[in-house]
């Protein structure tokens, strides 16, 4: 079975700085695609960004951008110029091309420092 | 055009009483999917269903829980005789197709078992 692991429960970061989330993933699979998610204190699932297995090309998004290692099966998350909205639960998701489910890792949660 | 909608946001329970958890995917998305997120946890998955059938419910505990989504209406996520450690927040996914990589979530319902 496909695991995803954060090892961060808890990071912080002064605003206006950068921080890099950390996850690592278990799969026989050589498709899939990667996400990360944003869980603010309202509970909705905010999708940040995604990355696809077969694209050699980390993935950006303004602020946010991965570094997706595959052979490493790292996939992390760097948050440029730390805004006081950043503040949330940050999941890493895993989800294989055939499969129907995504797989979560336990989540990280940032504070930003003003 | 309206993202995923639960409702309720929230529900209080006695144990052994029935959860009824209602889910309306996004216009144009007949693929559903039912996380449950405990707390300090990642989600979850527990079943992944279409209109009027059941694909994956590998996730779902075989008993007291049961998940539905017929031609017309919501899906439906179904607790008979709740006990405290049903207590989470459940969130539903949908998708246009079973083979679209990314899952729109609803903001969930915190369910809490006294």
């Known amino acids: 079975a496909q695991t995803v692991t954060q090892s961060q429960p808890e990071m912080s970061v002064q605003e206006a700085e950068t921080v890099t989330l950390s996850c690592t993933y278990d799969t026989s699979e050589s498709d899939y695609y990667l996400f990360w998610y944003k869980q603010p204190p309202s509970r909705q699932m905010i999708l940040v960004i995604r990355q696809e297995a077969y694209k050699q090309q980390n993935a950006t998004e303004n602020r946010f951008s991965v570094n997706f290692q595959k052979a490493a099966k790292s996939f992390s998350l760097k948050i440029s110029d730390s805004q006081l909205g950043d503040a949330a639960m940050y999941f890493c998701a895993y989800r294989s091309r055939t499969g129907n489910q995504f797989y979560f890792g336990t989540g990280t949660s940032l504070t930003v420092i003003p | 055009n309206a993202g995923v909608m639960q409702n309720p946001r929230h529900l209080v329970r006695r144990r052994g009483q029935e959860a009824r958890l209602r889910c309306s995917p996004m216009?144009?998305?007949?693929?559903v999917y039912w996380y449950r997120q405990l707390p300090e946890e990642g989600l979850k998955f527990m079943v992944y269903?279409?209109?009027?059938?059941?694909?994956?419910e590998s996730g779902m505990p075989k008993e007291r829980f049961s998940a539905e989504f017929p031609k017309e209406g919501p899906s439906i996520l179904r607790i008979q005789q709740v006990v405290r450690g049903d207590s989470a927040a459940y969130f539903c996914?949908?998708?246009?197709?079973?083979?679209?990589?990314?899952?729109?979530f609803g903001p969930g319902t915190r369910l809490t078992v006294t």
């Open positions: 216009k144009g998305h007949s693929h």
């Open positions: 996914a949908s998708s246009p197709t079973q083979t679209s990589y990314e899952q729109y």
């Open positions: 269903l279409q209109k009027e059938n059941i694909i994956d």
